[in-house]
């Protein structure tokens, strides 16, 4: 029995195993140890994309560049904005005092990855939006499931990777149209002209 052990602790510091520990009755802390860990792990591959789904949140479906997501009740509504990441667009959100919950997430490097996270109450029940890596998870909760919505769309949108080569070819390829015409983000239009995806 002690070989045993001796062997699976020779095994655990050869593969530098370690267990982190995360208290999940903060959401700052959520967002401070998950969103500045380098993870590379992915689990589900998107159309120029790819990320890593927690246990227990299950994938339900996608439209295009949007994925239903699914946990303890609670609908998950990933989306991916491969504009913004194609023309490193940054993020303009203010924090505000008047909601539950309102944070600017930045990098150290830069504007790549910022973000933000906004809980606003609603009822008993509390919206929740939260934008990082050129990507939004929206989600209604219970109070009782909010720092677990927090702490799974933390690890999906800091897992986030993009694939240029693929997003470029599906901008360039008229991709983004649709039967009305090419959809644009940031230009409003009148509803006379069909949208136009520009270059900034």
Do not use: W
Request: aromatic share 18%; with cysteine.
């Amino acid at each position: 029995m002690k070989k045993i052990i001796l062997i699976l602790s020779f095994i655990l510091i050869l593969t530098g195993c370690s267990a982190v520990r995360i208290d999940t009755k903060s959401i700052d802390n959520i967002l401070n140890v998950i969103l500045t860990k380098n993870n590379k792990l992915f689990n589900q591959v998107g159309q120029g994309y790819k990320y890593y789904l927690p246990s227990g949140v299950t994938y339900i479906g996608s439209d295009d560049l949007n994925d239903i997501l699914y946990c303890n009740g609670t609908y998950y509504y990933l989306y991916i904005d491969a504009i913004d990441y194609y023309y490193k667009k940054g993020n303009t959100y203010e924090e505000k005092d008047n909601v539950y919950y309102s944070k600017l997430i930045s990098s150290e490097d830069g504007f790549k990855y910022d973000g933000y996270l906004e809980i606003v109450k609603q009822g008993e029940l509390y919206y929740l939006t939260f934008f990082y890596n050129y990507a939004k998870i929206e989600a209604i909760v219970s109070k009782d499931d909010l720092n677990d919505t927090v702490l799974h769309s933390s690890y999906i949108l800091s897992t986030i990777k993009y694939n240029y080569n693929i997003v470029d070819l599906m901008l360039k390829d008229d991709y983004f149209i649709n039967k009305t015409g090419k959809f644009n983000n940031y230009n409003s239009s009148d509803s006379s002209e069909k949208f136009e995806l520009e270059k900034y």
